[in-house]
């Protein structure tokens, strides 16, 4: 490989690292942004969520359409996290189907099958 060519994949890395960084062309969500204290607790609440939202795919907290959760431990802020973003073949649910309540209530719920560690 030639110095040149070399040179400009650097620097094409480099302009495409830098556009990332600043997220003007992504809306990546960061996991470290969903750390913070449970507003609400309400585990009934949250199980009338997850009834709504997630029992479709992860029936029970088993494997559905999506992966089991039961026993997954993930912390407060990857949890809130995978809810906000989705993932490949997750939707995404923003604060207009699941209020920032409602969230920590479904996290609550959740608990009880530890798939999310309240104490992280
Ligand atoms: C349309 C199906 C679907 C729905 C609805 C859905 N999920 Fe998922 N979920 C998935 C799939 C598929 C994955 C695997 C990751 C991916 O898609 O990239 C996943 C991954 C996860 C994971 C990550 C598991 C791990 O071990 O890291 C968690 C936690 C999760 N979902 C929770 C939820 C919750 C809570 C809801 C409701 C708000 C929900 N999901 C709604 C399909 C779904």
Known sequence: ???TLVLSLMVGMLAFASACSKGGTTTALNVEDFDYPL????AAAGEQVYETFCEGCHPGGME??????VGAMLTRAQMRWRVRNGG????????SKISKTELDDLLA?????QAVSLGQ
Do not use: N, Q, V, Y
């Not at 490949?88 to 604060?95: L, R, S």
């Open 1 to 3: 490989m030639g110095k």
């Open 39 to 42: 507003a609400s607790r309400d």
């Open 64 to 69: 559905g359409d999506g992966p089991e959760i």
């Open 88 to 95: 490949d073949d997750m939707p995404a649910f923003d604060e």
């Open 109 to 113: 719920f959740t608990a009880g099958f």
